[in-house]
């Protein structure tokens, strides 16, 4: 059974940082891309980032690009999201997400797996 956990979040002043990780278990998970979402209360939920499967190629959504950073570990099976310069617009419900079809999919339709999702709440 595959099992993505997030983990990582919490609530932290505009300007600051955090660091996400997500396990990933029960899959190959060399050979899937990953991506991270987020979800604020009553909006969709919207690409963050994302990663290929070999961790050479990696993509982000305007609206974090040169703040965010995804990174991966394929030995550890491991994906993180590096969250710099964090702004009060940045909370959300953040969530990883695996694509067994290895490459970045800033999409929500057609990852295979999702995880549970961890909080993250910038104040101003």
């Known amino acids: 059974q595959v099992h993505l956990v997030e983990s990582g979040g919490g609530f932290v002043q505009a300007g600051g940082s955090l660091r996400l990780s997500c396990a990933a278990s029960?899959?190959?998970?060399?050979?899937?891309?990953m991506g991270w979402f987020r979800q604020a209360p009553g909006k969709e939920r919207e690409f963050v980032g994302g990663?290929?499967?070999?961790?050479?190629?990696?993509y982000y959504s305007d609206s974090v690009k040169g703040r965010f950073t995804v990174s991966r570990d394929n030995a550890k099976n491991m994906v993180y999201l590096q969250m710099n310069s964090l702004k009060p617009e940045d909370t959300a419900v953040y969530y990883c997400?695996?694509?067994?079809?290895?490459?970045?999919?800033?999409?929500?339709?057609?990852?295979?797996?999702w995880g549970q999702g961890t909080q993250v709440t910038v104040s101003s």
């Open positions: 997400a695996a694509d067994s079809k290895g490459w970045i999919r800033n999409t929500a339709t057609g990852y295979d797996y």
């Open positions: 029960g899959l190959t998970f060399s050979r899937y891309g």
């Open positions: 990663i290929n499967w070999s961790g050479g190629s990696t």
